[in-house]
């Protein structure tokens, strides 16, 4: 059974920084994706960055390229996403997901496992 479990969101001020974690079981990384998404009440779910087979190649949104950063421990099956520089538009809540290789691993289409999310809340 696959698994996927987020953690790490809080509330921060606007400059600060958080880290998620999401710890994946019962999926393997090797020709995979695990991928990050984020959805704001009112708004469509939408890519923030993803890493493809234990880290082969990494991809990020516009939005968040240069501050945020995706990383992937094997050891402990956790896909890490590091945020820096948070805004208030970043706050909502952040899911991972895992999934075959894909062409567009920053849309929702591809993916068939889903964690329940973390929220994210950033201040002025």
């Known amino acids: 059974q696959v698994q996927l479990v987020e953690s790490g969101g809080g509330s921060v001020q606007a400059g600060g920084s958080l880290r998620l974690s999401c710890i994946v079981s019962g999926y393997s990384y090797a020709r995979n994706t695990v991928g990050w998404f984020r959805q704001a009440p009112g708004q469509e779910r939408e890519g923030v960055a993803a890493v493809y087979s234990g880290g082969m190649a990494s991809y990020y949104a516009a939005a968040v390229k240069g501050r945020f950063t995706v990383s992937h421990d094997t050891a402990s099956n956790t896909v890490y996403l590091n945020m820096m520089s948070l805004k208030p538009e970043d706050t909502a809540m952040y899911y991972c997901?895992?999934?075959?290789?894909?062409?567009?691993?920053?849309?929702?289409?591809?993916?068939?496992?889903w964690g329940r999310g973390t929220q994210v809340a950033v201040s002025t």
């Open positions: 997901a895992a999934g075959p290789y894909m062409n567009s691993p920053l849309k929702v289409d591809g993916y068939r496992y």
